[in-house]
């Protein structure tokens, strides 16, 4: 069991550069959670999918951030163009959402610096 | 809506003593409630869950909690402190989204465990 991966684990990169942040969650789990923690505003919850599909981007900060999840297997987060204000740390998370007790899983998250 | 409350954003204990960790839940349902633990430069992690099959849940290393529903709270406890359990700490409800059934888990602000020796 590999757990959800994520990648790349460390980005920096300048302020106007387009960012794609990856994911891939653990096999089987049909649900999928982008976070975006930071000191300041601590853990955020930014998009979720379930069955591929996004069920709430209410958390997405602005037009800047766009998330995808083509398949079952793969996701994506891009933030075009970036901002220094964007500098966190994101998390991606999966979990079998078809039961409300069942936990998710984090991946080990992508620091990401714009300078 | 449900959403979890953490009292204190910091709590320092010795290292042997007691460790107890606040958190109230509010929620329209019986909630399924969850303590998570993020070590430095790491991802959440599941200590412990509430499922409604028993109100007193053990965790992983030691950690255990207990569900009051008349005081609605789950906080977290270990009976001895050690230095590997300085973490943050976050309380999480599990959240139904009407429409699509699909589920989420609301997450509280944290509390950062410090253990001094």
């Known amino acids: 069991d590999a757990g959800v991966i994520q990648s790349p684990r460390h980005e920096v990169t300048e302020m106007g550069q387009e960012v794609t942040l990856r994911c891939k969650p653990i096999?089987?789990?049909?649900?999928l959670f982008w976070y975006r923690q930071t000191m300041m505003r601590g853990l955020e919850l930014l998009i979720y999918f379930n069955n591929n599909v996004p069920i709430d981007d209410s958390g997405m900060p602005e037009d800047r951030f766009s998330a995808k999840m083509p398949n079952a297997s793969f996701s994506t987060l891009k933030i075009q163009p970036s901002e220094p204000r964007d500098s966190a740390v994101y998390f991606c998370?999966?979990?079998?959402?078809?039961?409300?007790?069942?936990?998710?899983?984090f991946g080990p998250g992508t620091r990401l610096t714009v300078l | 809506a449900q959403s979890v409350t953490q009292l204190g954003s910091h709590v320092s204990v010795s290292e042997g003593a007691l460790v107890l960790l606040r958190c109230n839940y509010s929620s329209s349902v019986p909630p399924y409630l969850f303590w998570y633990v993020q070590y430095p430069n790491q991802g959440l992690q599941l200590l412990l869950k509430?499922?409604?099959?028993?109100?007193l849940v053990k965790g992983i290393n030691g950690f255990e909690a207990e569900f009051k529903k008349s005081e609605t709270s789950f906080h977290l406890t270990k009976p001895s402190a050690h230095m590997s359990d300085a973490a943050e700490y976050f309380c999480a409800v599990s959240d139904l989204d009407a429409y699509s059934s699909a589920s989420k888990i609301i997450f509280g602000s944290g509390t950062r465990l410090s253990i001094r020796p």
């Open positions: 096999s089987g789990h049909n649900s």
């Open positions: 998370a999966s979990g079998d959402g078809t039961k409300s007790y069942n936990e998710q899983f």
């Open positions: 509430y499922t409604s099959a028993a109100t």
